[in-house]
């Protein structure tokens, strides 16, 4: 059955419209090996927007995936939780090189030297949460997938441990856990709510949305899988392990317009976009400023972030030509590999294959 569906997934059309230079090849050849079931993407260039998509919406239904669906973002949640924090920064309710426990006396351990500049660039030293067993959701976790976590609960599980003095970068989901519960104290509202009232409704962002404890996605969408190891659905899950660190659910065509806004000066002053766009060395292949992740390409830099939740990878880049490329991915038995992801990063930027 399994390789029956794998057939199909390679012999499924694509769908694309629009004049931009698309990357129709580059996910069907993903799909073709085994790297997901199913692929979306949003190309905006000079000549205009191009969208695709590749394999099956369902591996036991079939259907074509809409281009237009809905996907978990993962990690790039923070990116609007990032720009949440700079408007609050240009309104004078803090700055980024306040200590953290100034606004949260007593939450975070050490936080009189961790400062709201620290967690958005993740040098703030704090042990990831995620890393524990059970906590990362990213992994297959049975029936525990449906169970509805506190901010407070996950940091109790982050501070009871301390990374290695090192001297090391470290991407913690925490930081962000801790910048959610910043934003609750600031503004007297919800970070969900912060996020719909400065970011979702001023762009028109109809489909995109913080799902709290609700398990599902909207339609259309493709199902996200896990290989145990044969594929297991992994579509409905309750994302209140990641909270402010990854919860978010949205569209290719949400996510474009969002970055477009951020990154074209649209949501913070230019004083603070200059501040997110001033990174530090990660070794992880990418530089990390305030919310954003900076990948050097032979023709440059492009800004954005990626993201990663059970069954779903995200890709959001832009350049500051305002050329875009959102990926959607659904790993089947093996995830997308960087030079692939990469080589579709190339094409649509620098304009060459590679």
């Known amino acids: 059955m399994m ?16 004049p931009g230079a698309g990357v129709g090849k580059e996910l069907a050849g993903i799909v073709a090996g085994q790297g997901a079931t199913a692929a979306l993407a949003r190309v905006t260039d000079e000549r205009g927007t191009w969208t695709g998509s590749a394999g099956v ?9 809409s281009p237009g669906g809905y ?12 720009t949440v924090v700079l408007q609050l920064v ?39 949460y995620m890393s524990e067993p059970g906590y990362s959701t990213n992994r297959w976790r049975g029936e525990a997938r449906f169970r509805s976590y506190r901010p407070g609960e996950l940091l109790k599980v982050a501070f009871a441990k301390k990374l290695p003095d090192d001297g090391k970068w470290h991407y913690s989901n925490t930081n962000y856990v801790v910048l959610g519960l ?10 969900g709510e912060e996020v719909a009232r400065r970011i979702l409704r001023p762009l028109g ?30 579509t409905r899950m309750n994302p209140s392990l990641d909270w402010a660190a990854g919860e978010m659910i949205s569209t290719a065509a949400d996510l474009e317009r969002f970055m477009s806004a951020l990154l074209g000066g649209r ?9 997110m766009r001033t990174t530090v060395e990660t070794g992880a292949g990418f530089r990390y400023g305030l919310g954003l992740q900076a990948y050097a390409l032979p023709c440059g830099t492009v800004w954005g972030h990626s993201g990663e939740l059970i069954g779903y990878l995200t890709f959001a880049f832009r350049s500051d030509s305002g050329k875009s490329l959102t990926l959607s991915l659904n790993p089947s038995t093996r995830n997308p590999s960087t030079a692939e992801i990469m080589g579709m990063a190339v094409k649509v930027f620098c304009g060459t294959a590679g």
């Open 90 to 128: 240009d309104e004078g309710k803090l700055k980024l090189d306040d200590p953290i426990g100034d606004h949260l006396p007593g939450l975070v351990p050490g936080g009189d030297r961790i400062t709201v500049r620290g967690l958005l660039d993740h040098t703030s030293h704090l042990y990831d």
């Open 182 to 191: 910043l934003v609750e104290k600031l503004t007297g509202r919800t970070y």
């Open 3 to 18: 390789q029956t569906m794998m057939n199909v997934l390679v012999a499924a059309t694509m769908a694309a419209g629009g």
């Open 267 to 275: 949501l913070t002053s230019a004083a603070s976009l200059k501040a």
């Open 71 to 82: 996907f978990r973002i993962g990690s790039v949640t923070k990116t609007f939780v990032a």
């Open 57 to 65: 919406r369902d591996v036991e239904r079939g259907g074509r995936p």
């Open 205 to 234: 962002l109809r489909h995109t949305l913080v799902p709290g404890d609700r398990a599902g996605l909207p339609s259309p969408h493709a199902k996200g899988y896990e290989p145990m190891p044969g594929l297991v659905d992994a």
